[in-house]
């Protein structure tokens, strides 16, 4: 089946520091590729995506890029903020007629010091 | 454009009672997705509705179940609380378009259902 394997947390970082966390897939078809964030007590917020094979995705100085030949989807960003603290959730989907559906890693947990 | 909203934000049930959640999604969309979050299996997905119509379903027991109305605003039910059912469930809206190749979901706060 599908599976995303995400690098495990805690990630501890100083502010300014360069940040990357890990993705991986494996899926039966040719999924896209999603980064979620999750801060303290609410949902998911959509943070970039990828449909296809070398595509950057980027939005408020994160960035992925779709890699098929290693089958990976790293998050980065070149000087993280307190405020970026949260849990960082990778995710693929597969569109199929029958519908879709989003298939998580376990999440990586970012704190962020001064 | 109001994003997806879930009431109640929180909820206290007993062992062997039944819960509905409530989710209105985002104007326009007409898929509406369910999923649990636990520490433990982490986010797993329930089912999907498009059209009132289940069209994807996860792998849980029976106990749960869904609906979707004419309005795309949706319902999922759990009977028979176990207190393994302790969890924040999500619900997500998407707008399925032709021309695209992902759906990208939007997910609401969450219902905190703890059961004792």
Not at chain 1, 81 to 106: E, P
Not at chain 2, 89 to 108: D, K, M
């Amino acid at each position: 089946g599908d599976s995303v394997t995400q690098m495990e947390g805690p990630v501890t970082l100083s502010e300014e520091a360069f940040l990357t966390i890990n993705c991986t897939y494996t899926a039966t078809g040719y999924p896209s590729l999603f980064w979620y964030v999750q801060y303290p007590g609410e949902g998911l917020q959509l943070l970039l995506k990828a449909t296809k094979a070398d595509d950057k995705g980027s939005n408020k100085g994160f960035e992925a890029t779709y890699r098929k030949e290693t089958t990976s989807f790293h998050l980065e960003k070149g000087s993280v903020q307190v405020s970026d603290s949260a849990v960082y959730f990778c995710a693929l989907m597969i569109l199929t007629g029958g519908g879709n559906k989003l298939t998580f890693g376990t999440g990586t947990q970012l704190k962020v010091e001064l | 454009k109001a994003g997806v909203t879930q009431t109640p934000r929180y909820l206290i049930k007993t062992r062997g009672q039944q819960v509905t959640l409530s989710c209105s999604p985002i104007s326009g969309h007409r898929s509406v997705s369910w999923y649990q979050q636990t520490p433990g299996q982490g986010l797993q997905f329930l089912f999907e509705y498009f059209s009132e119509t289940q069209r994807n379903k996860g792998n849980f027991p029976g106990r749960f179940s869904g609906r979707q109305f004419s309005n795309s605003r949706s319902e999922m039910n759990v009977s028979t609380l176990e207190l393994g059912d302790s969890a924040l469930y999500l619900c997500a809206s998407s707008l399925p378009s032709p021309r695209s190749f992902s759906y990208e979901q939007y997910f609401g706060p969450g219902t905190r259902l703890t059961v004792t």
